[in-house]
């Protein structure tokens, strides 16, 4: 298996140095900064003779400044022969020293019609503030052909 980043981030595990992040030096006006996204694809068997591959994407991102909000407003589009297995996403903001998680909800997740070949998942991460941490990952099946 080929690796492009190191994938040794936990969902959920916000390490100390996320944390104090405050400014992304190559870019001091940057209103967010992507921490990681991590993608990888594998075949998985799906009954005799048939093979599906699933997609698998985990990405974390540091809101620095307002003009990052927007990052909190995630767009997933997908083909639709594929099937969407696990979707998790949720902001962290440190609240006098401690960790404090939103997930978003179930209801608050919508899909969309792009056309007759795409959906569009969409949703946005709550209680997003100068400094929070959001992330999200997903799992899809598609089928191999």
């Known amino acids: 298996m080929i690796y492009s980043q190191e994938n040794s ?7 100390d140095a996320e944390w104090q992040l405050e400014i992304y030096e ?12 991590i993608g990888s694809s594998s075949l ?4 005799t ?13 540091k809101i ?3 003009s990052g ?4 407003e995630i767009k ?7 099937k969407f297995k696990a979707l998790n996403a949720a902001s962290y903001n440190l609240v006098d020293g401690k960790v404090v998680k939103k997930e978003v909800e179930p209801e608050t997740i919508f899909e969309e019609q792009i056309n007759a070949y795409y959906s569009r998942k969409k949703f946005t991460l709550p209680d997003i503030q100068v400094g929070t941490i959001i ?3 997903y799992e899809i099946e598609m089928p191999f052909d």
């Open 9 to 15: 981030f936990e969902y959920g595990e916000i390490r």
């Open 26 to 37: 190559k870019d001091p006006e940057a209103g967010a900064v992507v921490l990681f996204d």
């Open 44 to 47: 998985i068997e799906a009954g």
């Open 49 to 61: 003779y048939n093979l599906e591959t699933s997609y698998k994407r985990h990405c974390r991102i």
């Open 64 to 66: 620095l400044g307002k």
């Open 69 to 72: 909000y927007n990052k909190s």
């Open 76 to 82: 997933l589009i997908f083909n639709k022969s594929e």
């Open 135 to 137: 992330e999200y990952s």
